[in-house]
Nanobody, 123 residues
Framework: QVQVVESGGGLVQAGGSLRLSCEVSGSFFSINAMGWYRQAPGKQRELVAHITSGGSINYADSVKGRFTISTISRDNAKNTVYLQMTSLKSEDTAVYYC??????????????WGQGTQVTVSS
C-alpha cells in the first residue's frame, strides 16, 4: 500500500506565497518522477511542475516566469516533493494534486496521486 500525503495549502492574498509538500511512503522500489498538478472548478487537471529523480525540471507555460527554477524541489531520501509558489494570482486558485511515479518492478511503474490540497488566492 502506498500513501501520498500533501500539506501546505490554504488561503493567501494575491502576490503572496505558499509552500506545498508531498511525502510518498509505502511499498515500491523507488520513486521516479514527481510533480504537481492542479484543477480549478470547471476545468481539467493540468500540470504545474514536474521533476525527475535526476533533477530535471519542467514547468507549465502558465507558471513560467513566475515560478523560478527553485520552485519545485525534492528530497529523494524522504520521497518528498515541494512546490514553493510565489507571486500568486487569483487564477492560481485550484486544488493541487501531488503525483509520483513509483517503480514496482524492473518493468512496471504505477502512478500515485494525493488527495489534493486547496489553494485559494484572494484578490
Amino acid at each position: 500500500q502506498v500513501q501520498v500525503v500533501e500539506s501546505g495549502g490554504g488561503l493567501v492574498q494575491a502576490g503572496g506565497s505558499l509552500r506545498l509538500s508531498c511525502e510518498v511512503s509505502g511499498s515500491f522500489f523507488s520513486i521516479n518522477a514527481m510533480g504537481w498538478y492542479r484543477q480549478a472548478p470547471g476545468k481539467q487537471r493540468e500540470l504545474v511542475a514536474h521533476i525527475t529523480s535526476g533533477g530535471s525540471i519542467n514547468y507549465a507555460d502558465s507558471v513560467k516566469g513566475r515560478f523560478t527554477i527553485s520552485t519545485i524541489s525534492r528530497d529523494n531520501a524522504k520521497n518528498t516533493v515541494y512546490l514553493q509558489m510565489t507571486s500568486l494570482k487569483s487564477e492560481d486558485t485550484a486544488v493541487y494534486y501531488c503525483n509520483a511515479v513509483g517503480r514496482v518492478s524492473s518493468v512496471a511503474t504505477i502512478n500515485y496521486w494525493g488527495q489534493g490540497t486547496q489553494v485559494t488566492v484572494s484578490s
